[in-house]
Each structure stands twice: as C-alpha cells, then as structure tokens.
C-alpha cells in the first residue's frame, strides 16, 4: 500500500504574504506546495486547467489572488475555484481578502457559497507595499509619490498575516472567522514614510498629488490599464477614512499585539530592503 502525504498549497507562494506563510509552514515540518505559474504543476488563476492538477493531495489552500480580490473578474475566479477545491474533497480554505471592500466582500461570499470551511484574513494596507511592492522605488528615489492625501491608514505586517494564515490553515478552531487585519496605530501616508527615512537614515519624502496626476503619470510611464484603474479605486475611494481605525484580528488569532510600523521599517531597513543599488545614481 502506498501512502501520500498531504500537503498544503499555498498559492501566491513566492508573493509577499504567500512567501511567509510557505517558510512558516515549511518551518514548522508541514508538507508545502506553492502554487506558481514557475511550479511544477504550475498554477495560473488565467488557466483554469491548471488548477486541479495543483489541489491533487492538498488538504488546505491559502488563497491569495493576484491581481487583487477586488479586482474585475476576481469573484468569478476565485469562486470557481473554492467550487473546485471542495468538489476535489479540499474544504479548508484560507482567503486573503482587503478591507473596506465591497468587491473583495463579494470574492469572500463567492467562496463560502462554495461549502468550503473558510477563514477569511481581510487585511488593511501592507506594510510591505514600501519595501516589497509598488513603492519601493519611490523610497529608494526618496519622494514617495501618491495620491493619498492625510487619511490614516494602520498599515499591517505582513509577517502578521502570514502567522493569522498559518494559524488559520493548521488549526481548525479558526475555521468560519472573518479576521480584520490591521496595525496596532494609524499613520498617514506622510507618517508612515517619515519612519522609513527615520530608519534609514535617508531623506526620504511624502509628495501628495491629485488622483489624476497619480493616473496620467502612471500612464505614461506604461502601468497597465487595469493596474492603473485599481489603483485610482484603492486610493480614491477605499482611503477616504473608512479604516482608519484599528481592529483587533491580530490579537483575535494570534493572542498577541500586532507589530508596529516603526519596527516593520526598523526591520525591513536592517534587512538592506531600502538599500540604494549601486550604480543607479540614486545614492543619497
Ligand atoms: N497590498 C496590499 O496592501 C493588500 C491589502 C489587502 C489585500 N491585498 C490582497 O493581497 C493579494 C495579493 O497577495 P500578495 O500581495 O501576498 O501577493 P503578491 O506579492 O502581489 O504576489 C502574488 C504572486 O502572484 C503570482 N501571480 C502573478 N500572476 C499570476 C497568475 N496569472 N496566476 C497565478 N499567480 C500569479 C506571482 O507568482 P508567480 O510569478 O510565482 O506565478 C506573485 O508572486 C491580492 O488579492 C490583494 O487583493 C493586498
């Protein structure tokens, strides 16, 4: 007789949440399949063919759907496939959703109407979109252009989404919760980007412009169209205070306080993560 070990699949698992929670779970000796177009099977939420060959011998899935759950198409998406993982006898479901998102909150229905047995992990703003993502370079040039205005946003770590997810995927007692993500405090946009200087030590500035500057600009420089049309969404209707205000779903999960920005950008500074290469003429 020939036994299987069953493995969870992490999609998104060389992403920025998707990443942590596979080293997590790896760390802690559970058997781990990232879910990657580069995969072998590869995954593409764009091929549907490629979904069922990546649930074979899975026992739980962390969902996290690129571009973005709000995104247009995502909850046909994301639906059929929770509809596919219960149909091929894989339940337990761990979503990656956004807060204060009517779309996202539809993509979180679509999968429980699924059946499956789901823990939804509805996060605030990455930390991580400076040093991971889209702001990045912007740090690194050190004028973080946006069009943000001074709403406070309490900005969460994603190593604090990854432990809610893991604890998520491997504990059953989380199973049917809906777990708001944020930060211990909020900070405006020119809050958060003064601890990044104060922790690199760079004169690294916030420079607000209008949501149509933001677009044009980013237009011309060649972002996508649907690229552009999320963001202008995110930061032109999500960011107008509706989650300015912290929550407890780190501690819900977890039993212990989430971290503070200071120390995400303490950390991702000692890291090198804001390191300027050498060569790009943007040393300060
Ligand atoms: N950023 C935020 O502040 C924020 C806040 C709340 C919620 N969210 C949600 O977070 C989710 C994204 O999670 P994340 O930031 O951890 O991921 P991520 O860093 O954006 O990356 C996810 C991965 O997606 C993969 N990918 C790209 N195109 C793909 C495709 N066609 N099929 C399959 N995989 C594809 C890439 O992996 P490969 O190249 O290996 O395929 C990439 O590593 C989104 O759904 C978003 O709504 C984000």
Not at 110 to 130: D, H, I, K, P, Y
Not at 234 to 243: A, I, K, S, T, Y
Request: no cysteine.
């Amino acid at each position: 007789m020939t036994t299987t070990t069953r493995h969870t699949l992490v999609l998104g698992g060389r992403g920025k949440t998707g990443r942590r929670v596979a080293q997590r779970l790896t760390a802690m000796g559970q058997p781990t399949r990232i879910g990657s177009r580069a995969g072998q099977p590869p995954f593409d939420w764009e091929d549907a063919s490629t979904w069922a060959p990546v649930l074979d011998g899975a026992d739980a899935v962390y969902i996290s759907y690129y571009p973005d759950v709000a995104a247009p198409g995502a909850v046909e998406i994301v639906g059929a496939f929770a509809r596919l993982a219960v149909s091929r006898d894989v339940p337990r479901l761990v979503l990656l959703s956004g807060r204060g998102e009517a779309a996202a909150e539809q993509a979180e229905q679509a999968v429980r109407e699924s059946g499956a047995a789901l823990t939804v992990v509805r996060s605030t703003w990455f930390a991580q979109n400076f040093s991971e993502d889209y702001m990045l370079d912007d740090v690194l040039r050190g004028e973080v252009v946006l069009p943000a205005s001074d709403t406070p946003e309490p900005f969460v770590d994603a190593d604090d989404i990854a432990d809610v997810a893991v604890a998520a995927l491997t504990d059953d007692r989380h199973v049917r919760e809906v777990y708001e993500l944020t930060g211990p405090r909020p900070l405006t946009f020119a809050e958060a980007v003064a601890e990044i200087a104060h922790a690199t030590g760079r004169d690294v500035r916030y420079v607000p412009v209008s949501i149509e500057e933001y677009t044009t600009a980013a237009i011309a420089q060649g972002v996508p169209g649907e690229v552009v049309e999320l963001l202008a969404y995110l930061f032109g209707e999500v960011l107008d205070g509706r989650n300015s205000h912290v929550t407890d779903g780190v501690s819900r999960a977890l039993g212990r306080a989430p971290k503070d920005f200071a120390d995400y950008a303490r950390d991702a500074a000692a890291s090198g993560a804001w390191d300027v290469p050498v060569g790009t003429g943007v040393d300060r």
